[in-house]
């Protein structure tokens, strides 16, 4: 069921900026260093990571490299949310992760607090399916 949910907040993230794609080009512009080449590769870049990592987390029987891939990126993600709360006045707006951007002045904790949530899921799963034998059923699948 844990896995579902990653799988769901991956899915649901990337076609969100897949939708808006627009939107999320327009984000990674607002970085000094980032022209519109490498915005686009980074928009493409995440919204595939999202979507490969949501699809893989529900097909892969045992699925210990996605959980683990997604631990990093939730690491990651977490990171970068703290850093938006502690040095305001160097970015400009929020992650497009769920849809649109609201100014940075306009954000709170509940992101963070998401962010760390599905980072302790993330990680509690992996261990979960790190200690499991390679042969062993999904736990999402029922034992016959």
Partial sequence: MACTILAAVFIISGLAKFLDISGTVDYFLEFSFVG??????????????????????ILKQNPTEPLLICSGVMLFFTVYQIVMLLFPSTFIKTCPCFGGSVPISGADFLPLARNVLLLLLAVFCYFYYKRRPAGSPNCDLPNK
Avoid: C, H, K, R
């Fill in 36 to 57: 519109p080449f490498l915005a686009l590769w980074l928009t493409s870049f995440l919204v595939s990571l999202e979507l490969t990592l949501g699809i893989a987390l």
